[in-house]
C-alpha cells in the first residue's frame, strides 16, 4: 500500500471595508452573491460597521474577485485587513 500525501491549503480570511450600504438587506444580498463565488466558504457582512469578514480557499478565488461581485451589487470595496 502506498501512502499519498495531499497537500491542503486552509482556508483564510479578508476583511473587506464596504461604502454604501444602506441597511441589513444590503449586507445579506452581499453575502449572498459572494458565497455563490466558488472558493468563498462564508462571508459575515456587518451593516453597521461596514465590513465584510470573508472565509475562503485562495488558491480557488482572489481578493479582485471578491471586489468585483461587490462592485456589480453598486457599493464600493477595498481590502482592509488580510488575515
Known amino acids: ?3 499519498k500525501l495531499s497537500k ?5 480570511s479578508v476583511t473587506l471595508q464596504i461604502v454604501g450600504m444602506h441597511c ?3 449586507a445579506i444580498n452581499i453575502d449572498f452573491e459572494l458565497e455563490d463565488l466558488e472558493g468563498v466558504m ?8 461596514q465590513i465584510s469578514i470573508v472565509t475562503y480557499e485562495p488558491h480557488k478565488v482572489t481578493h479582485e ?3 468585483e461581485v461587490i462592485s456589480k451589487l453598486g457599493y464600493e470595496a477595498i481590502v482592509a485587513e488580510q488575515g
Open 1 to 3: 500500500m502506498s501512502s
Open 8 to 12: 491542503t491549503i486552509e482556508p483564510t
Open 42 to 49: 462564508e462571508a459575515k457582512t456587518h451593516y453597521a460597521k
Open 65 to 67: 474577485q471578491m471586489l
Open 24 to 26: 441589513t438587506s444590503c
